[in-house]
């Protein structure tokens, strides 16, 4: 729909006649008559004031479009937010199950972390031929 019907359609809203209209506008009221018809039949209404009414509420409605090209979404590698202060989150935000997460994940990797080094220290004492006391 053109800006031209739109602006009719507007002024159709405000109770005004195509006469008036025209000499607002400075066309002839068959020109507004012409243009108030083709946006009638794109919108699929039977009287100009329905198509009026259509249009301002529209109008009323209207909220600003998000841009078209939005920042893509930050994907976390991990769920679980971090046990220790971040940027983000400088005090601790967790939650009682979070942290209860973050427990059992602790007491898990934990003793297997003390494990491997202690073979990778064993693996290195072996290779270099130091002798252990």
């Given at each position: ?6 602006s ?8 005004r ?10 066309v002839?009221?068959r ?12 919108l ?7 198509a009026a ?13 998000p841009p078209a ?14 046990p ?12 009682w ?12 990797v ?14 290195l ?9």
């Open positions: 729909m053109s800006e031209r019907q739109l009719y359609l507007r002024l159709v809203y405000q109770h006649s195509s006469k008036e209209i025209a000499a607002l506008t400075g002839s009221s020109a507004v008559d012409k243009q108030l018809l083709k946006a009638n039949n794109l699929g209404t039977n009287s100009r004031v329905d009414r259509l249009v301002a509420d529209y109008d009323g409605g209207v909220e600003p479009l090209i939005s920042p893509p979404s930050e994907e976390r590698l991990f769920p679980l937010p971090l220790l202060p971040t940027t983000g989150a400088a005090a601790n935000m967790l939650t199950k979070q942290a209860a997460i973050w427990s059992v994940i602790i007491a898990i934990t003793p297997i972390g003390l494990t491997v080094a202690g073979m990778v220290i064993l693996t004492t072996f290779l270099f031929g130091l002798k252990l006391r």
